[in-house]
């Protein structure tokens, strides 16, 4: 929920510094709302934007965000990024994102919003159909080849394989891909037309419950791995970077909200958003988001050095390329006493 006394500490700091009876004209609440319009799914992750929304924090930032529907990866929004027909879009495609960058979009990355770390409840499953294993068998890496896998390579889901297959000493070629829209996994598992996906929530819990099994969580071979991030276009970049601060702090606020878990709150903000009931939501895994919005900058390039070696994009982009460390910066800067 909104941390009251961290807004009353700022409010006083301001008036010892400047005199109760002055105006702040840095105050985002004493100026006109600015629109922001931005594409997002309603996925787990965007419960997020929905906080920032209900709780009040975009508001409290001069923001008036409008969100409109996305695909599930963001790959779809880097067009109407670049024309400025959207103004903020979540991208989980880093090829799409990589190869646009390249070809000259005037996109950049400006928070992070989901990475994985090995130990921790992750988000992203590799999940063997029932009966593919006896009850305690273990599984190896090798024991993958020549299986029919549901996943797209040119995505993480590929990457992950790769990485994850790479430990029994087999690539990607050593598997037959197979991708399948994700509401139709369930029943390509149930009925033996696939042996493994790779998935994210609702799913895994989903496919636990009938009797399928993890084989391994995605964050125990990518720990660390930044594979969701908010981008802004050119409006926000050039045009009006102060609005664009703005909504930074606003989602930032209302991460440290989401951070909190399955609240009570956060549940039905969740349950909302999604569509799925509180039972679910309570069972799966959230997505981890840092609370200063960094990224994990190295996964990023390991990644693309990946994504080269497989022919998917033309070049590296470097992180100066890709990243602008501004908003996050002045979300710091200027919050540093309430994240103590």
């Known amino acids: 929920m909104r941390t009251v006394h961290a807004r009353v500490l700022r ?21 006109e709302l600015v629109r922001i319009d931005m594409a997002a799914g309603e996925y787990i992750g965007s419960t997020v934007l929905l906080i920032g929304l209900e709780e009040g924090y975009f508001a409290d930032e001069g923001v008036d965000l409008h969100l409109l529907p996305a695909s599930e990866t963001g790959s779809t929004a880097l067009p109407i990024l670049d024309q400025n027909r959207i103004d903020v879009a979540r991208m989980t495609n880093m090829v799409a994102l990589v190869n646009a960058i390249d070809q000259g979009a005037r996109v950049k990355v400006v928070v992070g919003a989901g990475h994985f770390e090995s130990g921790k409840c992750s988000l992203s499953a590799l999940v063997a159909r029932k009966g593919l294993y006896a009850d305690g068998e273990p599984v190896e890496p090798s024991s993958l080849k020549g299986r029919k896998i549901d996943y797209k390579e040119v995505s993480i889901e590929g990457y992950f394989l790769d990485k994850y297959l ?3 000493g087999l690539t990607l070629e050593d598997v037959e891909e197979s991708w399948i829209p994700q509401p139709a996994r369930m029943e390509a598992m149930n009925r033996g037309r696939i042996d493994f996906t790779v998935i994210s929530e609702p799913w895994p819990t989903r ?5 399928h099994r993890i084989v391994t969580p995605v964050g125990e071979v990518l720990d660390g791995f930044q594979w ?15 609005a664009g601060r703005r909504f930074v702090a606003g989602y930032l606020r209302a991460v440290r909200q989401f951070n909190e878990g399955p609240t009570p709150r956060n549940l039905e903000l969740a ?18 988001i840092r609370a200063d919005g960094s990224i994990e900058q ?10 080269l070696e497989r022919g998917h994009i033309r070049r590296i982009v470097e992180i100066e390329e890709l990243w602008d ?16």
């Open 11 to 31: 409010f006083l700091a301001f008036a010892l510094a400047t005199g109760c009876g002055a105006s702040d004209p840095e105050d985002p609440s004493k100026q």
């Open 166 to 168: 790479e430990r029994g």
């Open 207 to 211: 496919m636990v419950e009938e009797g």
């Open 228 to 242: 969701t991030m908010l981008a802004f276009g050119p409006r926000l970049l050039d045009d009006d970077r102060e």
């Open 271 to 288: 349950s909302r958003n999604t569509g799925l009931d509180i039972e679910t939501l309570k069972k799966m895994c959230w997505p981890m």
């Open 298 to 307: 190295e996964s990023i390039l390991e990644f693309q050095r990946w994504a």
């Open 325 to 340: 460390p501004y908003f996050t910066t002045a979300y710091r800067d200027r919050y540093a006493e309430d994240d103590r």
